[in-house]
C-alpha cells in the first residue's frame, strides 16, 4: 500500500513536473516494477509514470534503463490495463531511434498488426507504434510493410478523416509525410508496391484528397499520385521526358483521371502556386 502511495504521488507529480522526477534519479528505481511478479496496480501506476516522463522530456532515459523491455515483455499479461499502459509506453519510447531499434530486435511487430486488426484497447497505441516507424529510417518503414500494417494505418487514417473525430489515432502530417518519402526512394518504393498494389494505393490517396484540409498535404497527395503513375516531381527547369509506362503505371493513371478530374479542378481554383504545379505535372503525366 505504502509502495502503490508513493507512485500515486509520483504518477501525478509527473503530470506537470517530469523532469523533476527524472533529476531525482527515479526512473532506473521506477522501470523494475514494470517485472513479472509485481501486482497489476503497481505495473499500471509504473507505466503511466515512465510514459510521462517519455513524453515529457523524452524517452531516453527510459529506454536506458531497461523501461521499454520490460514494458514489451508486460505485453503478455493477463490484464488487459497493464496491457494497454505498457502499450502507450511503447508508443512514446517508439519516437526515438534506439527505442524503434529496441522495438524491432524485439519481433512484436505482428503482434502490434494484431492488436489493430482487434480493435482492443491497445488499438490506437499500437497505430501509434506504426505511425512513428513511418517516420523513422528504411529499416522501420519496411518493418511496418512487411508486416502488412501499411494497409492499416492508411483504412485507419482515412476513417479518421471520414468521421472528422476530435481524437485522432493517426497523425495525417506524418502518414502523407512518409508516404512521400517512400515514393521518392526507388528501393522503397518497390518494397511499398510489393504489398498494395498502384491502383489501390491510388483509390485510398484519392479518398483522402476528397475530405482532407490543407494544401500543404494536398499537394503532397498530388505528387505522391504523379509518382504512382510514372511522373516525374523534378524542379521544372530539369527535362521531364519520361520513360514508357508500365501496364501498372497506365492502370494507376486510369484509375486516378477518372476519379480525381473533379478535385483537381477544384482544387485549380486556389491561390497554391505549389499545389497547381503539382496538379500539372500529374496531368502532364496524364497526356504526355
Not at 216 to 221: C, F, H
Not at 231 to 260: C, F, H, K, Y
Request: with cysteine.
Amino acid at each position: 500500500k505504502r509502495k502503490e502511495s508513493g507512485l500515486m504521488i509520483m504518477q501525478y507529480l509527473s503530470m506537470n513536473h517530469a523532469a523533476v522526477i527524472r533529476a531525482a534519479g527515479a526512473t532506473s528505481y521506477i522501470a523494475p516494477l514494470l517485472q513479472l511478479g509485481q501486482d497489476p496496480e503497481t505495473q499500471i501506476l509504473a507505466a503511466k509514470l515512465l510514459n510521462n516522463t517519455a513524453m515529457a522530456t523524452g524517452a531516453s532515459e527510459v529506454i536506458e534503463s531497461g523501461g521499454l523491455t520490460m514494458a514489451i515483455n508486460m505485453l503478455n499479461s493477463s490484464d488487459a490495463r497493464v496491457q494497454e499502459e505498457c502499450m502507450r509506453l511503447i508508443k512514446s519510447c517508439s519516437e526515438e531511434a534506439a527505442g524503434a531499434q529496441i522495438i524491432l530486435n524485439a519481433k512484436i511487430m505482428p503482434l502490434l498488426v494484431h492488436a489493430i486488426r482487434s480493435g482492443g484497447n491497445t488499438k490506437n497505441a499500437a497505430l501509434g507504434v506504426l505511425v512513428n516507424f513511418l517516420t523513422l529510417g528504411s529499416s522501420e518503414k519496411t518493418a511496418v510493410i512487411e508486416a502488412g500494417g501499411l494497409d492499416l494505418v492508411l483504412n485507419e487514417l482515412k476513417h479518421q478523416i471520414q468521421s472528422m473525430s476530435g481524437n485522432h489515432a493517426v497523425n495525417t502530417n506524418a502518414i502523407v509525410g512518409a508516404l512521400f518519402s517512400f515514393v521518392c526512394d526507388k528501393a522503397l518504393t518497390q518494397m511499398l508496391l510489393s504489398k498494395i498494389s498502384r491502383t489501390s494505393l491510388s483509390l485510398k490517396l484519392l479518398e483522402m484528397m476528397s475530405v482532407v484540409k490543407g494544401e500543404k498535404i494536398q499537394e503532397q497527395l498530388v505528387l505522391i499520385m504523379n509518382a504512382l503513375c510514372g511522373g516525374s516531381n523534378d524542379s521544372p527547369d530539369v527535362d521531364v521526358t519520361l520513360d514508357p509506362q508500365s501496364d501498372e503505371e497506365v492502370r494507376a493513371i486510369e484509375v486516378i483521371s477518372s476519379n480525381g478530374i473533379p478535385i483537381f479542378v477544384r482544387l485549380l481554383q486556389t491561390d497554391n502556386n505549389s499545389l497547381i504545379l503539382a496538379i500539372l505535372r500529374l496531368v502532364w503525366t496524364f497526356v504526355k
